[in-house]
């Protein structure tokens, strides 16, 4: 029998309950055959040993008991027969915050942003090409074989191609206002896995990926790289409908002249062959975990958006000399329009929202009337025909607003992407490692879309979310903790530990 001791961290594996009293090792598993309540015996709760707990140990001749970091590895009882329990890898997690903090403070310095007010850094730029440069060397220098899809997607694995891995990235490009975090802090996070991974021995077999152009910031298409991989994307598109915001020229040329081999494009859903699942950690860019008090959320699933603009054609006319009852303002069944969004979003619930983030009225001159008027609309859910029945909805009533006002009005779609489940079996390992931390965390879904929405269908797929403070996003007053990151870190590593 062994005692352990009050406090007594556990060690990484896998604890399979069963019934009895004895441990024994098999292969990657610790098989404990639980005692019975009525024994007297305190018991273990989640991976700490509450008290000092005796325990048979039935060892293969020759193996050196269990141990990680130096720190005494704990097989504990319990009174449920029949519970797989996962044990935690002991993670330094203010050494993994401080390597983080490192990286993101570096990578928001001038050699990779194009501005000093914000982080600007979209595809193909100098300063991205640094930051694909920066986790190039990291990863190196632990290591990983990196590479570039034929796009420019980062990819870094610690195994030959061929071989299965588990995935875990985001991207490092930005919003146009962008601040330091979204996007980058989980690609850091994604490194600090695979550095403590290498570090603890535990040799997990890893692919780390950062996707190419996720904010539409550099050609005005969200997920583009994560598109292009799924075989999202059309070659027309890339060759003439996909053009840069700054200099009208086409997706295709630009990767051209970065060096890229976008005739290639195809090849790039390859890069999932291996994987045996991904996990993509990201700010929330909400304030749902802060408001609760949770540093942790775990994502069940990604909300689905229809993208689209409705014009209203009316007729332009002096400002002055034109009586209200003569007028065809397309103003006004806009501002109705806006307004009636927001009723809808409202009563179809399950998470639905709503958004009218652009207006325009043209000719834009304070003395006319306009003759046309375009909003946008954003509206998402989880919940798909809750947010596609609240678009189309949306898009009938502009019509007959405008019809009513002697007017027209029509609705154009930019994207739609569907909602996303997202693995349960992945999703309940990073439940399980969450819940081994102690820490506070919530299951929740997925209001912004993610380059994880392309990876779910062809990948076992699932996110986690860190708080960012107030929910600020996409500003230069973006903030999230490099310790709550650190966090993140160690419940994805221990969830891999347990997947594979």
Not at 312 to 324: E, I, K, L, S, W
Request: charged share 25%; net charge negative; glycine share 10%.
């Amino acid at each position: 029998m062994r005692q352990l001791a009050a406090g007594t961290r556990a060690f990484a594996g896998l604890v399979s309950i069963a019934g009895g009293g004895k441990v024994m090792e098999t292969a990657h598993q610790l098989v404990v055959l639980t005692r019975k309540p009525e024994d007297g015996r305190e018991r273990a709760r989640g991976c700490e040993v509450l008290a000092a707990l005796e325990v048979a140990l039935g060892l293969p001749e020759g193996r050196a008991n269990p141990c990680l970091g130096g720190r005494p590895g704990v097989l504990f009882g319990h009174n449920r027969p029949d519970i797989r329990v996962p044990l935690v890898a002991t993670v330094d997690r203010a050494g993994s915050a401080e390597r983080i903090e490192r990286d993101i403070e570096t990578l928001a310095g001038p050699d990779y942003t194009l501005s000093s007010e914000a982080i600007r850094r979209y595809a193909y730029t100098r300063v991205y090409r640094n930051t694909l440069d920066y986790f190039t060397r990291e990863l190196e220098a632990i290591g990983f074989e990196v590479y570039e899809d034929p796009v420019g997607t980062l990819v870094a694995r610690n195994r030959p191609r061929g071989e299965n891995v588990f995935g875990v990235g985001s991207h490092c490009d930005s919003n146009r206002n962008g601040g330091k975090y979204d996007g980058t802090m989980g690609v850091v996070t994604a490194l600090e896995v695979c550095r403590l991974n290498e570090e603890l021995g535990l040799g997990l077999a890893l692919q780390l990926v950062s996707f190419l152009e996720e904010e539409g910031s550099g050609f005005g298409q969200m997920l583009l790289g994560s598109r292009i991989m799924a075989q999202r994307v059309a070659e027309e598109e890339l060759k003439q409908s996909f053009l840069a915001i700054d200099d009208g020229r086409s997706f295709w040329e630009h990767a051209k002249e970065a060096g890229y081999e976008p005739e290639r494009w195809r090849e790039s859903i390859h890069v999932l062959d291996d994987l045996d699942g991904w996990i993509e950690m990201h700010i929330e860019q909400a304030r749902v975990l802060q408001d609760t008090g949770n540093r942790i959320g775990i994502v069940t699933a990604i909300a689905g958006y229809v993208h689209g603009d409705i014009t209203v054609h009316g007729r332009a006319d002096h400002a002055g000399a034109t009586p209200m009852e003569f007028r065809l303002d397309p103003g006004l069944p806009a501002a109705e329009c806006v307004l009636e969004l927001e009723r809808l979003a409202r009563a179809a619930g399950k998470g639905t929202v709503g958004t009218v983030g652009e207006i325009e009225l043209r000719p834009g001159i304070i003395n006319v009337v306009p003759a046309e008027a375009r909003f946008s609309l954003d509206v998402r859910g989880v919940d798909e025909e809750a947010f596609r029945g609240v678009a189309g909805e949306i898009a009938s009533f502009a019509e007959e607003a405008a019809r009513k006002r002697g007017m027209k009005a029509a609705f154009k779609e930019r994207q739609m992407l569907p909602a996303t489940p997202l693995d349960g079996r992945i999703v309940s390992a990073l439940e399980a490692a969450a819940s081994s931390t102690d820490e506070p965390f919530m299951l929740m879904p997925s209001g912004a879309a993610h380059d994880t929405m392309c990876i779910a269908d062809q990948v076992p797929s699932a996110m986690v979310f860190v708080p960012c403070k107030d929910g600020i996003s996409h500003s230069p007053l973006e903030e999230a903790s490099s310790d709550d990151a650190a966090l993140a870190a160690e419940i994805i590593l221990n969830a891999i530990r347990t997947l594979s």
